[in-house]
């Protein structure tokens, strides 16, 4: 069901991992449909991404897009990294079974959340980028943010 | 392909050689037709009711009980919305229970939009049917009672004697399904009180696409398909031979080597429960300990999810499940284990190993020592885990 680069991303995922003091780390995804993501990035001060981890819990296809999209990320700029779209990490993929085709979309929003996260970090706005819609915490307690 | 072990006997078996041999003939050298009134079509006929009998023998019914089917997701069709049919000036409430294989509960939804009500009860924890519960929900128009003999997931054997005596003494027609209980343990439809069962060949060493309905001599249940004499009227078609001649077989020996078979099985079945447990951590054992089908172990791995699981262990060359076979094309976590109360997160990541006839504790060994490591990877890789290991860090500052 799945094409031959899935199978190998999925066997040999890239960038599997976390990165301490990210520039930016984006969570997407509920654990209620099955799929969960997050994204590390390092961002050097030229807005150059350095480096780039992921921990993903889901399917094979969930586990390989997330691959995918750190590999098409990496040494990007961020602006560059704005264009990685689900369609392209499914292009790069050769294909997802329909069934699996909001795994690639979760790939994107990931990186847009990781993105957000260093935005707000760094009090900077970045061309076509949103508040990320998916927070797996909504509705919990953060007890970091306290007002 | 190098090495395959085979645990998901509870999808479909192997057929076993006994039911081939007893096939083979069947395909072209005894080719007529049972209806035809020459000898090679009588010698097709004889076949069938020699099948016929060694069912009806193995359920303690008669002969004429048993009505042939193309499988048993058929037979439980057509026993539910026949019986809804036949009985409808009575009413129209069906009681059947939330943890039904889809054959079930998609016809009883399908019966819903029709105009049926359906109770689908609750399961404890352990995905039993509340027997207090049944009996609350039982209403005067109340004409079909359908559960489980044993369900396809955590292998849960259901009170099926009490169950039936409740909808004897209250008069209304019961159903149960059991495609993963016949052949596995025994089953006799007086003692339970069953008025109709569904069976199916695969699940026992014998062919796909046969089954069977038994029907209690008196219930109203009328033609599923129309257009010939074949199985009294009632199911119209020319019979499949071989694959009734091989269901037949398949029973006889299921029947025969049953003590044995679940005695071993249920042994080979603890032991791997056992060290999954106990070396594998944060991991649970779904379902009751005992009243389980022998073959049967359903497990929850925390912080992973089911098809990652499944295709790195077909890798490593063993054929498992996550929830039952028909629901993994779909995204959703299985309706059984949301049922006995899991949450969604340890739905999804769920393994099913059903052990058959020639597992043996070696390949369970290998089973245990291959899922250890890929969970253990798949750990390593999971935002839950990580989440979860941070906690319990800072927990302990």
Redesign the interface.
């Known amino acids: 069901m799945y094409s031959e680069k899935v199978m190998d991303h999925f066997q040999n995922p890239r960038n599997v991992g976390e990165i301490e003091n990210a520039s930016g780390v984006g969570t997407v995804g509920n654990a209620k449909c099955g799929d969960i993501m997050r994204i590390y990035l390092d961002i050097d001060e030229t807005g150059v991404i350095r480096d780039v981890k992921f921990k993903t819990f889901g399917c094979g296809a969930a586990v390989a897009t997330s691959s995918m999209a750190t590999e098409l990320v990496k040494g990007k700029t961020v602006q560059e990294a704005m264009e990685v779209t689900n369609k392209a990490v499914m292009e790069a993929l050769d294909g997802l079974p329909p069934v699996k085709v909001h795994c690639s979309l979760l790939a994107e929003e990931a990186i847009h959340a990781a993105l957000w996260d260093y935005a707000q970090k760094n009090g900077i706005q970045i061309e076509g980028l949103s508040k990320p819609k998916s927070d797996i915490h909504e509705g919990e307690e953060d007890e970091e943010e306290e007002y | 392909m190098d090495r395959q072990i085979y645990l998901d006997n509870a999808a479909t078996t192997k057929v076993s050689e006994t039911v081939l041999e007893a096939m083979l003939p069947y395909f072209s050298e005894y080719y007529g037709n049972p209806s035809s009134i020459y000898r090679l079509g009588a010698k097709s006929k004889e076949a069938v009711t020699k099948s016929r009998e060694i069912l009806a023998e193995t359920l303690g019914a008669k002969e004429n009980e048993i009505y042939f089917t193309g499988g048993g997701s058929e037979a439980d069709n057509w026993a539910i919305k026949a019986a809804a049919e036949a009985y409808a000036s009575k009413g129209k409430h069906i009681i059947t229970s939330k943890i039904e294989h889809h054959a079930v509960l998609h016809t009883c939804q399908y019966l819903e939009k029709k105009g049926y009500e359906v109770t689908y009860l609750d399961v404890d924890e352990r995905g039993i049917v509340k027997l207090e519960e049944l009996k609350k929900a039982i209403r005067p128009d109340t004409i079909l009672i359908s559960i489980m003999f044993a369900n396809n997931e955590i292998g849960t054997i259901q009170p099926i004697p009490q169950i039936g005596r409740i909808a004897r003494e209250h008069g209304i027609l019961f159903h149960t399904d059991a495609v993963q209980a016949y052949g596995q343990i025994p089953i006799q439809v007086d003692d339970c009180c069953i008025d109709m069962l569904s069976a199916s060949g695969h699940k026992l060493y014998g062919p796909k696409g046969v089954g069977f309905l038994y029907i209690r001599k008196g219930v109203k249940i009328r033609s599923f398909v129309h257009g010939g004499a074949q199985e009294r009227k009632r199911r119209a078609g020319t019979e499949n031979v071989p694959g009734i001649v091989g269901l037949g077989a398949a029973a006889q020996e299921a029947a025969a080597t049953m003590e044995e078979r679940a005695k071993r099985e249920t042994a080979l079945r603890d032991y791997l429960i056992e060290r999954m447990q106990k070396e594998i951590p944060y991991t649970r054992l779904n379902g009751d300990a005992s009243l389980r089908l022998p073959n049967n172990a359903n497990f929850s791995f925390q912080?992973?999810?089911g098809?990652?699981l499944l295709?790195?262990l077909d890798?490593e060359g063993i054929c498992g499940s996550s929830g039952s076979a028909c629901t993994s094309?779909?995204?959703d976590?299985s309706h059984v284990l949301l049922a006995i109360g899991l949450?969604?997160?340890i739905a999804?990541g769920s393994l099913r190993l059903t052990l058959g006839k020639d597992t043996t504790r070696e390949e369970l060994d290998y089973t245990v020592e291959k899922t250890k490591q890929i969970v253990e990877r798949l750990r390593?890789?999971?935002?839950?885990?990580?989440d979860f290991v941070k906690k319990s860090g800072q927990n302990r500052e």
Not at chain 2, 380 to 386: C, F, G, H, K
């Open positions: 912080f992973i999810e098809e990652s295709i790195m890798m094309g779909s995204l976590p949450p969604h997160e999804h390593s890789m999971s935002p839950l885990y990580e």
